[in-house]
């Protein structure tokens, strides 16, 4: 007898495309995934409008959605349109108060007003911004993959990152996180599956590791 497939979709985190999941590899026998690339904001368009039409792009009913980073914020958006199987987040956050002081004092100060997004669509900095500082050869791997250079979503990107407004976790929302990441700092994060070394770009990193986990997650 065929084994009932699975819809997977996932998020990217901010600018980046698909190849950030070329890593993922899901039992095809099993699961069939789908990349919900980065739509380009209104002008000002609030982040629940930007979600629900991310949302309408999921056709399978009762599917699995998995968010990266800030994909991973705008999944939790997104869950409020669907009826899931799995709502997973990878490398994100479940509420403003696990995000790190930097950006609550962005937030409060206003400084992600000052980050010069014409400036930085092809330099190092977007990526420093996305994954923290770390390696050279870290940055370049990385980059590879921040393909979303428009400044109109950069701008409402890192906005809505830095002014997300959940007060409390979702019920039911899964989290994958490394213990080394530097943007989303595990100290801040509660009720989280932990993978032991992983950083902001374990995607790229831990992919089997990581793909082993939404296996079992989902399998339960």
Not at 16 to 33: H, M, S
Not at 106 to 111: L, M, N
Not at 185 to 193: A, E, G, S
Not at 214 to 220: F, H, P
Request: positive net charge; proline residues 5%.
């Amino acid at each position: 007898m065929a084994l009932e497939m699975t819809h997977v979709y996932f998020i990217p985190g901010m600018a980046a495309g698909k190849e950030i999941f070329k890593n993922i590899k899901l039992p095809e026998d099993r699961f069939k995934t789908h990349i919900l690339e980065w739509l380009i904001p209104e002008k000002d368009e609030p982040i629940a409008l930007y979600a629900k039409r991310m949302a309408e792009r999921v056709k399978a009913p009762n599917s699995v959605l998995v968010g990266v980073s800030f994909g991973g914020v705008v999944a939790q958006e997104m869950a409020q349109y669907l009826t899931l199987k799995n709502l997973i987040i990878i490398s994100s956050v479940k509420s403003e108060k696990e995000l790190p002081t930097r950006m609550k004092f962005a937030r409060k100060t206003g400084a992600y007003k000052l980050i010069p997004t014409r400036l930085v669509l092809s330099a190092d900095d977007l990526t420093k911004f996305s994954i923290g500082p770390r390696s050279k050869k870290r940055l370049q791997l990385y980059q590879e993959f921040l393909h979303v250079r428009n400044k109109q979503y950069l701008d409402w990107a890192i906005k809505n990152m830095v002014k997300w407004q959940r007060k409390e976790p979702m019920e039911n929302v899964v989290h994958i996180h490394g213990d080394k990441d530097v943007v989303f700092p595990i100290k801040n994060i509660d009720d989280c599956v932990t993978l032991e070394g992983g950083t902001h770009i374990m995607l790229l990193n831990k992919g089997t590791k990581i793909s082993e986990k939404l296996v079992e997650i989902i399998s339960k």
